[in-house]
């Protein structure tokens, strides 16, 4: 057995230091992901929240719980939270924190301090967007338009502004960490094509952070200034030009929405191959995919301002390379489920989320060639269709795929085993959950309901009801995995060293691994990435 | 003394090789997202000259270009001693390049001294914008936006600048107490790179908020 | 409690049909793919489940004809759609020639409408079956969008600037009007009703609760109460300008530039004078009436001077201001080239 051939040695970095302050002071990239992992839960509880609080309210036509003022606050808060502080940070933070430098083979990411400090640093933003929340929110919505943020609102826009300026720096540093860290701290014998796919998309999604966050940073400095001083940045009044916050504010959030789904995807490339037992099908087209991502999406931020008054022509242009950004993910797609074709697949719960991603990514996915398309945009644009768009991509591509990894990884990140019945019940959960939520959307969409209203005419009351009935479902599905991944934490069974029996490296040092991630450092001798060939009597697969 | 290299070994590096280049990328992709952020502010303020041209000839007419030239001048100067302080570390002339570095801080405080002259003008001319702000003539708001991007870009720039004094300051205290050698003064060439990109950023905005006034 | 429900809208519009017909084609196929993929992945999941928990996959790497086959396919399936929605775009960007204009101006929260012909609306627009209709939007604060669904037409309305879109009514009925751009606390408030009127109804609405006059006579009140009349003489190009037959004229700059005098153009004069100054005369002499007229007024202000030109509606104002290459005819010279323009108008109606 496995089990035998590297013994559970009792120091691992969960125990080998102990107290608050080993934890607040830690340098290891394993104790700075598990930092993380508690940060964002929480950040992703209180934006749960506010979107239950939405739904509710969204039962009836009329305001019957909440005040237009404060719906207006709610699905602003839930946009910045959840994208700014709990999607974009949370597969790098905690999977990639974690899992990029033991499947480099490396002890630590190349500047652990660094590391650190970008918890600290995202946990200051994190406590100044707080703060903006108690002291009343905001209500300009995640997108912050001018003069509407800058002129007329009276709520604490500046203080969410400085809170997401300043976890944008988190974004930067941990990004930048991993580029050095995939850069310079391989293993021996380890080249860029025997990378696992994960290393590579984040590799992609590090790169567009390094790139795009620096703009919003420098753009919230803008709308602050404008605020603060009351000057004319943006507001046409004083000779601005409220477009242009839009396309700097787009520059930097097309991106951003890939950013959401790189990691995802890097997430679902290990997955599916490790539960199918099959190197991952297409492996350079995958990674190449990734890089093609980041260059193209880039280029498109343009077809969020179809209607905004941008000129035809650059509309042409921007709806041309949505369609050229959207093959990578087509091939993506295409790619994993060959994967699964021919393997020898299990069901278990990370496979079945990622399964619940290929399909919901997909349905998402296309209906982002919908909105790409220049006529029909001008209808859909600003109404539920676009809503349901981003949360089939969001939460039923990205969330899923970031509880699938939680569960894959679970037994190496706490080195316990999670009930696996009570998992794949809550996927499934989460899988009717969601589409009852968001499905309904999409409809309400195309027949004309603008996003952002706190009341509506009556006739789209019904579809409304069905979303907010899948919500709650959707609530108790991911209530579910927290109680459940708890209790494992003290009480799950043991977990071996490689229970899936996967091939990267991660799988070769002990669950919970030692505080240097592996006892000898280890020497790539394998040909190529998934090697379930050359791994056969290693992994015990004859 | 021991062996500086074995000393500045971090933990999680094999070879003091592979630390210098984790260096090295590090600082280039911290310079990478630089040229995004002040990148933002060109692009705005490109925009702006285009839609005003007339209002921001006034207000780049209002630049003090003797100081502005001057400013120009020290920096690039500082650029010369903080390059000389890194190639005397890599000859092992650790003495003298801690005089240079202190040489290089000491030009950066005189830029920033005439930089804050140039400030104190502006406030004194009703130039600075906000409340401060009262020009006479057409198209004011246009010519205080000027004034807001003047503001905003040196002054980023300006915060720069004290950063990479500060830098400087750690890198002469490391310096004093031996850490440097021919074969290791990996942060002095960081810095340096961290250094000559403040500068160059200088001489973008000395050309976009200076130069247009000229021919006024 | 439910009334009305449907899973449809409503199709009202000259164009909603195209659109329908995009969103429908998009909607087979892209079912019909996702369908597949859902299919294939249940079916290689169930058929190749793990039977021995040490069995291992075929370890096939990679299908080079697969790889480009899905790469290409989808690529030439977008791009059909891409022209597809481009051509529809394009339909739904560009007002016919013959279309009415109808002003809207947004403010928070309620969108206010004027006719040419005088009457004011807010938060309902009367407009009559089977003709174009352009309405030439500006807003007072923040950015709106003027959306109906019915319609498929959505288009920003933003502070500073004048964007248009345009619509033409199928069926008589009464549409949703939706501010579809987050715009503060009683955005979902700042809807209103379009009642498109069988031209009959319409001629009977026009007649009802007759307007003091049409817009263009409130403008020239306007016009004189502040004080244009009394630097903008006819007749009499002195220091300022003879703004007869101004209107969609290419105006020589100062700049050496020429540009059209659009509705842009004229509201600029009003907020920013010095900003474009016509060749051969001076700046500093027009003062500044940003703050002094309201965007209703400015709208009043231009249908007057509008008024003085050539026919309304002879060239469409254009937000980009491009020169359309046929107008060689000088500003001023009234002539034979506006008559002729209007007389080609009338022929189309
Ligand atoms: C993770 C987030 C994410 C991702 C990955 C995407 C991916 C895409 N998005 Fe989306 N988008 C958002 C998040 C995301 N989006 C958000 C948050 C908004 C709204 C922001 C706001 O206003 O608040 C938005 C809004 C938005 C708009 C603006 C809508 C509007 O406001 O009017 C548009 C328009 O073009 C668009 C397009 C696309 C396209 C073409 C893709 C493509 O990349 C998708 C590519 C994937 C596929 C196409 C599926 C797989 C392909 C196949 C299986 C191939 C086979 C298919 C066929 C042959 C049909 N998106
Ligand atoms: C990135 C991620 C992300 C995620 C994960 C979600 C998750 C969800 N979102 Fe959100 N959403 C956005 C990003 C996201 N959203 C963005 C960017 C916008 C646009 C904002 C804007 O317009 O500015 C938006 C807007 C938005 C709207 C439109 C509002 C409007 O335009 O009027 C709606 C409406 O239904 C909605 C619903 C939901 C629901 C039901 C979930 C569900 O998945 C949530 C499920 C979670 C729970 C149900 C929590 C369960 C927790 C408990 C039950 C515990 C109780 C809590 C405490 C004790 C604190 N979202
Ligand atoms: Cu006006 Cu929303
Ligand atoms: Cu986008």
Not at chain 1, 117 to 134: D, E, H, K, P, Q
Not at chain 2, 94 to 105: A, D, H, K, M, N
Not at chain 2, 109 to 117: D, E, N, R, S, V
Not at chain 3, 253 to 265: C, E, F, R, V
């Amino acid at each position: 057995m496995i089990q035998a051939v590297a013994p559970k040695i009792e120091k691992n970095y969960l125990n080998e230091k102990v107290g608050l302050l080993s934890w607040l002071l830690t340098t290891d990239h394993k104790r700075i992901a598990i930092l993380y992992t508690f940060s964002i839960t929480v950040f992703f509880f209180i934006g749960g929240f506010f979107a239950l609080m939405m739904r509710l309210e969204l039962l009836s036509p009329r305001n019957w719980l909440v005040s237009a003022e404060t719906y207006n606050k709610l699905f602003t808060m839930h946009g910045i939270i959840m994208v700014w502080f709990f999607l974009i940070p949370s597969i790098p933070g905690t999977l990639g924190n974690f899992l990029i430098p033991m499947m480099v083979g490396a002890k630590d990411v190349a500047f652990p301090k660094l590391n650190l400090l970008s918890w600290y640093i995202f946990m200051l933003g994190g406590g100044v967007t707080v703060y903006a929340l108690f002291r009343g929110g905001v209500d300009t919505g995640w997108t912050f338009y001018t003069p509407f943020s800058t002129t007329y609102s009276t709520t604490y826009v500046v203080a969410a502004a400085v809170g997401i300026f300043i976890a944008g720096f988190s974004t930067i540093l941990t990004a930048l960490n991993f580029i050095a860290t995939i850069h310079s701290m391989r293993a021996p014998g380890l080249t860029w094509f025997k990378l696992p796919i994960f290393v590579w998309s984040m590799y992609a999604n590090s790169v567009v952070l390094i790139l795009n966050t620096p703009v919003l940073a420098i753009t919230l400095v803008m709308l602050a200034v404008e605020r603060i001083f009351t000057v004319g940045i943006f507001d046409p009044a004083l000779g601005g030009d409220p477009v242009l916050f839009q396309h700097m504010f787009w520059f930097y959030s097309h991106p951003a929405v890939y950013t959401m789904v790189l990691p995802a995807m890097a997430v679902i490339s290990e997955i599916v191959p490790a539960f199918s037992r099959k190197p991952l099908f297409g492996y350079k087209a995958v990674a190449f995919s990734s890089i093609a991502i980041a260059v193209v999406g880039f280029l498109v931020w343009g077809h969020h301002m179809f209607v905004a008054g941008e000129s035809v022509y650059s509309a042409l242009a921007f709806s041309f390379l949505s369609y050229c950004v959207a093959v990578p993910s087509a091939i993506k797609v295409f790619n994993w489920t060959a994967t699964i074709h021919g393997g020898s697949v299990s069901w278990d719960t990370p496979m079945l989320y990622a399964i619940g991603f290929i399909g919901l990514f997909t349905i998402g996915g296309m209906t982002g060639l919908f909105l790409a398309a220049l006529g029909l945009d001008v209808h859909v644009h600003d109404t539920y269709f676009v809503i349901a768009h981003f949360h089939y991509i969001m939460v039923g591509g990205s969330v899923m795929a970031f509880l699938g990894g939680v569960h894959y990884w679970w037994p190496k990140i706490s080195g316990k085993m999670y009930p696996e019945g009570l998992a794949r019940l809550s996927a499934l959960i989460v899988f009717i959950g969601f589409n009852l939520t968001f499905f309904p959307q999409f409809v309400l969409g195309y027949l004309g309901m603008p996003r952002r209203y706190a009341a509506y005419p009556e006739e789209f009351q019904m579809l409304h009801v069905l979303s907010t009935a899948g919500a709650t479902i959707l609530g108790v599905g991911y209530v579910l995995p927290l109680c459940y991944l708890i209790w494992a934490w003290h009480y799950g069974r043991d977990a071996t060293p490689n229970p899936w029996r996967a091939t990267g490296l991660e799988w070769k040092s002990s669950s919970p691994p030692p505080t240097h991630n592996f006892e000898v450092t280890p020497i790539v001798t394998a040909k190529l990435p998934y090697d379930y060939e050359a791994m056969k009597e290693e992994l015990e697969l004859v | 003394m021991s062996d500086p290299l074995v000393l500045e070994l971090r933990e999680q590096f094999a070879t003091p090789e592979q630390q210098r280049h984790t260096s090295s990328i590090g600082i280039w992709l911290f310079l990478m997202t630089e040229v995004m952020m002040f990148g933002g502010l060109f692009v705005a303020y490109t925009v702006y000259r285009f839609n005003h041209p007339q209002a921001f000839a006034q207000g780049s007419a209002e630049m003090d270009i003797v100081l502005g030239s001057i400013n120009s001048a020290i920096l690039l100067t500082s650029s010369l001693t903080m390059g000389l302080a890194e190639f005397s570390a890599k000859f092992g002339r650790v003495r003298l390049s801690g005089i240079l570095l202190f040489t290089t801080i000491l030009i950066g405080l005189a830029f920033l001294g005439i930089k804050f002259t140039e400030y104190y003008e502006h406030y004194q001319q009703h130039e600075a914008p906000g409340v401060w702000f009262n020009h006479v003539g057409p198209h004011a708001p246009e010519v205080q936006m000027f004034f807001v991007f003047y503001f905003l870009m040196t002054g980023l720039h300006a915060v720069h600048m004290s950063i990479g004094i500060l830098l400087l300051l750690g890198l002469i205290a490391r310096n004093m107490v031996g850490s440097f050698s021919a074969a290791y003064h990996t942060p002095i060439t960081v810095v340096g790179l961290y250094w000559h990109f403040v500068d160059i950023v200088w001489i973008f905005l000395y050309v976009i908020f200076y130069l247009p006034g000229l021919h006024k | 409690m439910i009334t009305n429900f449907r899973l449809w809208p409503e199709s009202a519009s000259s164009v909603a049909g195209g659109v329908d017909l995009l969103f429908l084609i998009l909607l087979v196929v892209c079912t019909a793919v996702s369908v597949g993929i859902a299919a294939f992945l249940i079916y290689s999941a169930i058929r190749y489940h793990r039977k021995s928990p040490n069995e291992l996959g075929t370890q096939t790497r990679y299908n080079i004809p697969a790889e480009v086959t899905w790469t290409v396919v989808p690529f030439i399936f977008f791009m059909a759609v891409f022209v597809w929605g481009a051509k529809l775009y394009f339909e739904i960007q560009r007002p016919p020639d013959n279309a009415m204009s109808i002003y809207v101006v947004g403010k928070q929260w309620m969108w206010k409408v004027q006719h040419l012909e005088g009457q004011r609306e807010i938060n309902e627009i009367h407009i009559p079956v089977g003709r174009p209709v352009k309405l030439i939007m500006t807003s007072e604060d923040v950015i709106h969008d003027f959306f109906v669904p019915a319609f498929r037409t959505k288009q920003d309305v933003l502070p500073d600037r004048y964007t248009t879109t345009w619509f033409e009514a199928t069926t008589p009925g009464k549409y949703h009007l939706f501010c579809s751009q987050y715009c503060g606390t009683k955005h979902s408030g700042m809807i209103g009703w379009i009642y498109a009127l069988t031209p009959v109804d319409y001629q009977r609405w026009l007649t009802q609760g007759a307007p003091e006059g049409s817009l263009a006579s409130t403008g020239e009140k306007y016009f004189h109460q502040f004080g244009c009349a009394n630097c903008h003489h006819f007749n009499n190009q002195g220091r300022c300008p003879d703004l007869r037959n101004l209107y969609m004229r290419p105006v020589l700059l100062t700049t050496g530039k020429t540009i059209i005098a659009d509705d842009s153009y004229i509201r600029e004069k009003l907020h920013d004078p010095d900003a474009q100054v016509p060749w051969g005369f001076s700046a500093n002499v027009m003062p500044n009436f940003t703050g002094v007229v309201t965007e209703e007024q400015i709208l009043a202000l231009i249908s007057y001077i509008k008024a003085l030109g050539p026919q309304p509606g002879t060239q469409e104002p254009s937000s980009s201001g491009a020169a359309p290459a046929e107008y060689g005819t000088q500003k001023g010279i009234g002539g034979p080239g506006a008559t002729s323009n209007a007389g080609s108008q009338v022929e189309k109606r």
